[in-house]
T-cell receptor
């Protein structure tokens, strides 16, 4: 059974803190993604990665960075958390970069609150 | 705006009725997928339809795709209270990443 896990379900941080959100997949997938989900705005792609040490900006990368040192792990970093980064963060992975095979498998989400 | 946009935003029906949700998109796609999200959880993939397919079935789910109108519909037949969730369409492109719509919130009343 495919599995994507995220390090925390709920997280509360203070403004200015550095925040790490971890995501691990056990399916040997090439692609990994970070989204944020906000009411009325749907899912918005922050960053994605097609390979180890490779990253590409999504639609809203500002204020975020990512790290992919190992194939199974994709980390999202908030360098200096701000209140407008309070959101639900969803990690996903998908198989190799092939047309028509980009079904994504999602983790349970991390609800981050920045005070 | 999002590539995929679902309609309606919210839908409330009685158990046993059918639920239909629509998705419109703007650019050419390779495939379109529907996902389901229970409250406060991650998304779960339901069904994928390729651009050269017109209809696909999976259990109580039926998906249609009209590439000329750039639209898709998801039909859930004989709905159950457990079908209460948000449903998202996602368009797949050559880039290997999908663009998600804002979702339709379905409530099935027992």
């Amino acid at each position: 059974d495919v599995k994507v896990t995220q390090s925390s379900r709920y997280l509360v941080k203070r403004t200015g803190e550095k925040v790490f959100l971890e995501c691990v997949q056990d399916m040997d997938h090439e692609n990994m993604f970070w989204y944020r989900q906000d009411p009325g705005l749907g899912l918005r792609l922050i960053y994605f990665s097609y390979d180890v040490k490779m990253k590409e900006k999504g639609d809203i990368p500002e204020g975020y960075s990512v790290s992919r040192e190992k194939k199974e792990r994709f980390s999202l970093i908030l360098e200096s958390a701000s209140t407008n980064q309070t959101s639900m963060y969803l990690c996903a992975s998908s198989p190799a970069h092939n047309v028509g095979t980009d079904t994504q498998y999602f983790g349970p989400g991390t609800r981050l609150t920045v005070l | 705006s999002q590539q995929g946009e679902e309609d309606p935003q919210a839908l409330s029906i009685q158990e046993g009725e059918n639920a239909t949700m629509n998705c419109s998109y703007k650019t050419s796609i390779n495939n379109l997928q529907w996902y389901r999200q229970n409250s406060g959880r991650g998304l779960v993939h339901l069904i994928l339809i390729r651009s050269n397919e017109r209809e696909k079935h999976s259990g109580r789910l039926r998906v249609t795709l009209d590439t000329s109108k750039k639209s898709s519909s998801l039909l859930i037949t004989a709905s159950r209270a457990a079908d209460t969730a948000s449903y998202f369409c996602a368009t797949g492109t050559n880039a290997g990443k999908s663009t998600f719509g804002d979702g339709t919130t379905l409530t099935v009343k027992p």
